[in-house]
């Protein structure tokens, strides 16, 4: 479950993320993740699919901030790009979609954040992170993904959840 960057930006993410040496970069679009990759049953699916289009009914468009960068090291050896708008509703869409029918325990507390690079040498880090410092970015997120993280580690859109509760504002 992700919220998908869009064009111009995906592109230009996606490149940064091919260009430091993240594997990863041709399989997984940039993105702000709601629920991470999850195992499910496929007698749960139709369930699960029904949550979301509950979720997406009861939350309405906003928009994203994208400014700077900034990374979990040394916790975990990733470098992303911040969300600086729109933290309490992607917050807000990430908790409802987690008290759905399939459950997923996090590793970390969540933070919305868009992976530029991840699990690559210390050099790589380093260069996303300078490279994108100054990285801005705004766009109106009306709809939310899943994905079907494919045997060969790609991601393939499989449904879109169009947002079409009220819009609410930030509340900070």
């Known amino acids: ?13 996606q490149k940064e993320r091919e260009e430091v040496g993240d594997p990863m970069a041709h399989a997984i679009p940039p993105h702000i993740t709601l629920m991470p990759p999850t195992e499910i049953a496929p007698r749960e699916m139709d369930r699960f699919v029904d949550h979301l289009e ?7 468009p906003f928009t994203i901030h994208l400014r700077g960068t900034g990374s979990f090291r040394p916790v975990s050896p990733v ?3 911040q969300v600086s708008e729109g933290i309490p509703m992607c917050e807000r869409l990430e908790q409802a979609v987690r008290r759905g029918p399939v459950s997923r325990d996090l590793e970390f507390p ?27 970015a705004s766009f109106e997120v009306s ?10 580690g790609v991601w393939r859109p499989m449904v879109d959840f169009d947002l079409t509760g009220e819009r609410l504002q930030p509340s900070s």
């Open 1 to 13: 479950m992700s919220i998908a960057v869009p064009e111009p930006w995906d592109g230009q993410l």
């Open 54 to 60: 509950m979720v997406a009914a009861h939350h309405g």
């Open 79 to 81: 470098v992303f790009v």
């Open 110 to 136: 969540y933070h919305p954040h868009v992976t530029i690079a991840h699990d690559i040498d210390e050099s790589g880090l380093d260069r996303a992170f300078d490279d994108f410092a100054g990285f801005e």
């Open 143 to 152: 709809r939310f993904h899943l994905y079907d993280h494919g045997p060969d």
